[in-house]
């Protein structure tokens, strides 16, 4: 069979791969400690799972329109207005299937052959695959574990060319957890506004702060910021909805709508009554944000104390999300040989670095219970010992 040419230059999510691996190997009855996905281990809060349950029994369960539930875009768009400072309305919103999807949808509709996208590396996985298959080039800045893994403006500037379309920006960061601060979100703001490209705004991890950081949206920096800004996000990481697939795009309605058409001939709308849950996540109380909040918190410091106990081992501090990526340049293994081994004799799962373009670096999603986190440490670092 001859496949295309546009996905034959794409590589497959590795976040996924490993994480579908570790899921057979436990139900084979394997004891896998699992710190590969970024899934929360908590079920969904009661009050969302109701507000779901409760709108298929009331029929909830036809097509709706593909730009999302009109109540829950206007939810959005007053949660973007109230915790974000943007002023957006439900017509600046497009209810997608996960804020994967959002991304998706986003690249489909500005990129196209010719344009770069420029990305700072540590990235998520799946933010050059997704230029790549809108035919752009993606343009990868590497960061460096001195500046915090963040790019600073000077990069950015350096990377704008005439073709610049769009900068992914994405604080608190997958893979690194690190949280650009309000002066340093000003900082590229100005880089933006100056040169004159969009930019998207990943805040899928926005709520998950520790230590004090504050999150600040690159919108809300100044008019001239908003018009150039697109936000993704969704509910899967703040609010244990990982399967639910409800995420948004919110930006300029020209934007919108070209998306709402990509929707429509793709996807159509997000499962109906899943958009319900959304409606009560963000209409309803908070608390459950705060507890799941609190949980991270204490792993983040079992799971730092055990890696900075590891020889070889240098980790960063991550002050968001629910990630540690730790650099094992000394230990002199490529991170994919180091996680292959791992899973093998430890059964430990981890991601490589290299699925975020930092082959120096292992990934360790923390969103798992203590006990686990104990025991896959102890394991790791047996195992480290053991090279
Ligand atoms: N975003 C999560 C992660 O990085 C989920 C998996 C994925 O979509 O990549 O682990």
Known sequence: MKLTARVQQV??????????????????????????????????????????????EQGKTRYGAAAGEPRLREVIAQKLQRDNGLCYGADNVLVTN??????????????????????????????????????????????????????????LQQAITPNTKLFVFNSPSNPTGMVYTPDEVKALASVIVERDIWVVADEIYEKLLYDGAQHLSMGA??????DRTIVSSGFAKTYAMTGWRVGFLAGPVDLIKAAITIQGHSTSNVCTFAQYGAIAAYEQSQDCVQQMLAAFAERRQVI?????????????????????????????????????????????????????????CIRFSY???????????DRLTQFVRSL
């Open 98 to 155: 996960g804020g994967k999807h959002s991304l998706f949808n986003l690249m489909l509709a500005l990129i196209e052959p010719g344009d770069e996208v420029i990305i700072p590396a540590p990235y998520w996985v799946s933010y050059p695959e997704m230029v790549k298959l809108a035919g752009g080039t993606p343009v990868i800045v590497s960061t460096t574990l001195e500046t915090g893994y963040k790019i600073t403006p000077e990069q």
């Open 221 to 226: 920096v100044s008019p001239e910021a908003y």
């Open 304 to 360: 730092l104390d055990y890696l900075n106990a590891i020889p070889g081992f240098t980790c960063p501090k991550p002050e968001g999300a629910f990630y540690v990526f730790p650099n094992i340049a000394q230990l002199g293994i490529s991170s994919l040989e180091f996680c292959d081994k791992l899973l093998e004799t430890q059964q430990v799962a981890a991601v490589p670095g290299i699925a975020f373009g930092a082959n120096d």
């Open 11 to 56: 590589t497959p999510s590795m976040t996924l791969a490993i994480d579908t691996k570790a899921k057979a190997m436990k139900r084979e009855g394997i004891d896998v400690i699992s710190f590969s996905v970024g899934e929360p281990d908590f079920d969904t809060p009661p009050h969302i799972r109701a507000a779901a349950e409760a709108a298929l």
């Open 367 to 377: 969103a798992t219970d203590v006990d686990s986190i104990r025991r896959g440490m």
